[in-house]
């Protein structure tokens, strides 16, 4: 809830409009998920919204730390839909990476997340509750999120437009501090551009060929390459934002010097910076390799030799699976319930 909506629960009880900041701030910025813990209220105000209202949907499955000091949560509602979240220190900032769906229903072959099927979209509540279980754990504030977690953010515009502006108003991140990842779904695209948020929006593209895009990506059957990177200079022009492209480096398939010059092509004169991601091993019936070191160098160069801003993913957190496509390797999706396993279960 934002304060106006907590001050409308709150209803006719004395000092609504005061008491709405005192509890969003409790909640957005302080990160309290205990409402007898707001020591600025009434004891009887925190019995009364202790007995109406969740301070923190989340319940915490597994939490890992990783010896880079990354951070996994597996969160659920008391249910078995879990969906994970990961905190990211660095040493100029903290970040969080969160989810936007229940699993992933676009089936990416690389990716972890799209294994384990698809159940349903998180709330807006949800999806803030994720960055508040993750700021309760760090002593220092995080001021970037990425939504890059499990799902595909866009098939989940309504709750996605509504966290990123508690993110903004209720929390107080800069928008520019947010980052939507999609797979290019085009109309969505379009109707995020028009909602005129100064956020990042980067784009999975992965290769420039569509023959290529199309044994990774299913998305690209529907928005083939031109089409959908058509609709990320649109963005830019709407909103005045430079994009991000993903690119995953997958040994003998999208690292072949054929595609730097073709990537390098492709976004000609579009202002964005490519960002490479050397594949992160997850078990897919494909047998997909990550690159070596100088393959990757060698794909680098070569867009940087033709002029294109590039940058190279951080790995972090590979010895928990929260790397990037690693995520939601304990999503059993629902067919895995069918069969009576629990996620819940699953030992990290």
């Known amino acids: 809830m934002t304060r106006e909506e907590i001050a409308t629960a709150l209803g006719d009880r004395p000092n609504a409009k005061l008491r709405s900041k005192q509890i969003a701030g409790h909640l957005y910025q302080r990160a309290i998920l205990d409402f007898q813990e707001m020591r600025d209220l009434p004891q009887e105000l925190r019995d009364d919204l202790d007995a109406h209202f969740l301070p923190e949907p989340l319940q915490v499955a597994t939490h890992r730390k990783s010896t880079d000091g990354v951070e996994k949560l597996l969160v659920h509602n008391g249910d078995n839909q879990v969906y994970e979240c990961v905190l990211l220190p660095y040493d100029d900032r903290v970040s969080c990476c969160i989810s936007s769906q229940v699993g992933c ?30 700021q309760s754990l760090s002593e220092r504030r995080i001021s970037h999120v990425v939504f890059m977690g499990m ?80 609709a990320m200079r649109d963005y830019f022009k709407a909103t005045g934002r430079k994009i991000t492209i993903e690119y995953l480096l997958i040994k003998g398939l999208t690292d072949t010097p054929e595609q730097a010059i ?19 091993w997850v078990d897919t019936e494909q047998g997909f390799a990550r690159p070596e070191r100088e393959r990757v160098r060698s794909f680098r160069g070569a867009l940087d030799n033709r002029g294109v801003n590039t940058t190279e993913r951080v790995e972090r957190g590979h010895d928990i699976a929260a790397a990037c496509g690693q995520l939601a390797g304990q999503h059993l999706g629902k067919f895995g319930r069918r069969a009576g396993v629990s996620p819940l279960t699953v030992q990290p």
């Open 105 to 134: 229903p676009m089936g990416c072959k690389f990716c972890a997340t799209g294994l384990g099927g698809f159940d349903r979209n998180l709330t807006a509540g949800e999806i803030v509750g994720q960055y508040l279980l993750l």
């Open 151 to 230: 799902g595909e953010p866009l098939l989940n515009l309504k709750n996605l437009l509504k966290a990123l502006t508690l993110l903004h108003d209720e929390v107080g991140l800069s928008y520019r501090h947010l980052t939507v990842s999609t797979v290019g779904i085009v109309p969505q695209i379009y109707e995020l551009a028009e909602a005129q948020l100064p956020i990042h929006l980067a784009l999975s593209l992965h290769s420039p060929l569509d023959e290529v895009r199309n044994r990774l990506m299913p998305v690209n059957h529907k928005w083939p390459v031109k089409e959908v990177m058509q």
């Open 262 to 280: 073709a990537l390098a092509e492709l976004v000609k004169g579009v202002p964005c910076v490519v960002n490479l991601i050397p594949f992160n």
